[in-house]
């Protein structure tokens, strides 16, 4: 590599030694094309060159906080000593940039999408810099440096220099070049691309490399620039820790490591973040998210809106605790959900909790041996049809129901004809002899103990109503048998009067 950019360099020069560039008479392009910058020693006056519906100003602190203000159309923008408040590290190197949003088009996000993208955006303007605070007062830079220069030398034939190259005002005669092949000395050092293609068909971007600013207080930094753009696309801060941008051979990226092990691997002593911000000068509504993660959680925060965080995963969660799948399934505990929402567990409980803080709080469970739902607050349990409660069972364990909007009590289990089989008559000797094994009893429920009730002792009925388990009584099979005696007893009681009223007769 330290060979490859030796050659690169040294054709650069040898470009420059034939005459074809003069890489310090280029013309570059506007380096403020946003605003001129007025430094004081107390602030920094922004004087706007274009038209702009807002303006926004980001400037990085020498201690790595990031301050920012956005000035609206019509404002004076400005950026003053007392914007650093509560900042303890003052003095030191400061960059800015400066955008500029265009007036945004009305725009629809679902109408750009449908149009596959093709809604042109508004391009924004960028402007970067760099100041320096001593002392507590912010530097003026200096005058800039006008370049002498003696006769240009021309060779119309390769050069073969044998031995290493220095480039500048500043070379002095018994260079130490040590082990490098060029050296480019003196106090604004720049390399400028100058494509004179002049076929339209051809490419003619022209490109520099920029080495730090050339006024006092300015930024240390290499850049690399698109002069036809007035853009600076890459650049290096000086003082940036080691690895700040790894490429390694396999093609993966290390962000502050040299050994990456994935294909963008980023490393921080303290919640390695990666942030997504979207600015209003593409028409949308400006809105930045957070994707980050530290021994706590990995969480995605909404920087725009007070920082929630509305994801959060906590670490050592297990596999497959949330499973979203191709076919809109989504599973919990289980990466085959065969619903569309499937909560799995083993050896525990699976519970689906609904909770309102200031309200009901609903569960709905499977356990080793029963399921349930139902709340966990004293609140009621309603059913629903039709958008409306049809049935509600209380805290206290009463049933209520609706009919028309109103309460009616009426309770109608399924007793359709086509739901049932070996249908046969009940005898009246069936249900004499269970009707003499009713006792009815009074009694109140242990967690209602001043509401007494009468009824029966599901472990006493007859077998003929007993349901399986006696814990339960089935209301309709009581009633089946009481109108089947009380039947025979009105046949009993209709007879009777006959014989009665012959009797009366005779």
């Not at 303890?88 to 993208?117: C, H, N, V, W």
């Not at 930045?288 to 993660?293: I, N």
């Not at 065969?338 to 803080?357: C, P």
């Not at 509401?451 to 009584?473: H, S």
Request: charged residues 20%; negative net charge; glycine residues 10%.
């Amino acid at each position: 590599m330290r060979r490859l950019f030796s050659v690169f360099s040294l054709t650069v020069l040898v470009i420059c030694f034939l005459g074809a560039v003069d890489i310090f008479a280029a013309t570059a392009a506007d380096e403020n094309p946003v605003a001129d910058v007025v430094i004081g020693s107390s602030g920094i006056s922004l004087v706007p060159k274009v038209n702009y519906h807002r303006l926004v100003l980001t400037v990085s602190t020498p201690g790595g906080a990031v301050i920012g203000k956005t000035f609206e159309t019509g404002s004076s923008p400005y950026f003053g000593l007392a914007d650093l408040n509560g900042i303890s590290q003052l003095d030191g190197s400061y960059t800015y940039e400066l955008q500029a949003i265009p007036f945004p088009r009305k725009m629809d996000r679902r109408e750009f999408e449908r149009s596959g993208g093709l809604i042109p955006a508004k391009k924004s303007m960028i402007q970067t810099g760099a100041f320096l605070i001593q002392g507590g007062s912010i530097v003026t830079p200096g005058p800039g440096e006008d370049i002498s220069r003696t006769q240009d030398v021309l060779h119309y034939d390769d050069v073969i220099i044998t031995g290493s190259l220095c480039v500048g005002f500043d070379c002095a005669d018994g260079e130490s070049f040590g082990f490098d092949t060029i050296i480019l000395k003196e106090h604004n050092l720049r390399i400028y691309f100058n494509d004179t293609s002049y076929t339209a068909s051809y490419p003619t971007n022209n490109w520099r490399i920029t080495i730090n600013d050339s006024t006092n207080g300015g930024a240390s930094y290499f850049s690399v620039d698109d002069v036809d753009d007035g853009t600076s696309i890459f650049k290096i801060e000086a003082g940036a820790p080691s690895n700040s941008l790894y490429v390694e051979d396999y093609g993966r990226v290390g962000l502050g490591t040299s050994t990456p092990v994935v294909e963008l691997h980023i490393k921080d002593s303290d919640t390695p973040t990666l942030r997504l911000e979207q600015d209003s000068s593409g028409g949308w509504t400006a809105q930045t998210w957070d994707v980050a993660g530290n021994e706590s959680n990995f969480f995605v925060r909404d920087a725009t809106n007070g920082s929630k965080l509305p994801f959060r995963i906590q670490p050592s969660t297990p596999s497959s605790t949330l499973c979203l799948k191709s076919d809109g399934y989504v599973g919990i505990g289980t990466w085959s959900p065969s619903a569309t929402l499937e909560v799995e567990t083993t050896g525990t409980a699976s519970k689906i909790l609904v909770d309102r803080t200031d309200g009901a709080t609903t569960r709905i469970a499977s356990t080793d041996s029963y399921a349930y739902i139902g709340t966990e607050t004293n609140h009621p349990v309603r059913i629903i049809a039709n958008n409306g409660w049809k049935m509600q069972i209380n805290a206290d364990g009463t049933l209520d129901m609706l009919d028309g909007g109103g309460y009616d009590g009426t309770w109608n289990p399924a007793s359709s004809k086509e739901l049932k089989e070996n249908i046969r008559n009940l005898t009246v000797k069936e249900a004499m002899d269970a009707f003499e094994h009713f006792n009815p009893v009074k009694f109140n429920y242990k967690k209602n103990k001043e509401q007494e009730r009468v009824g029966f002792i599901a472990e006493e009925v007859p077998e003929l109503v007993a349901l399986k388990g006696r814990k339960n009584l089935g209301t309709v099979d009581i009633l089946a048998v009481l109108t089947k005696v009380v039947k025979e007893q009105q046949k009993t009681i209709s007879q009777l009067k006959k014989e009665i009223a012959e009797l009366k007769k005779k």
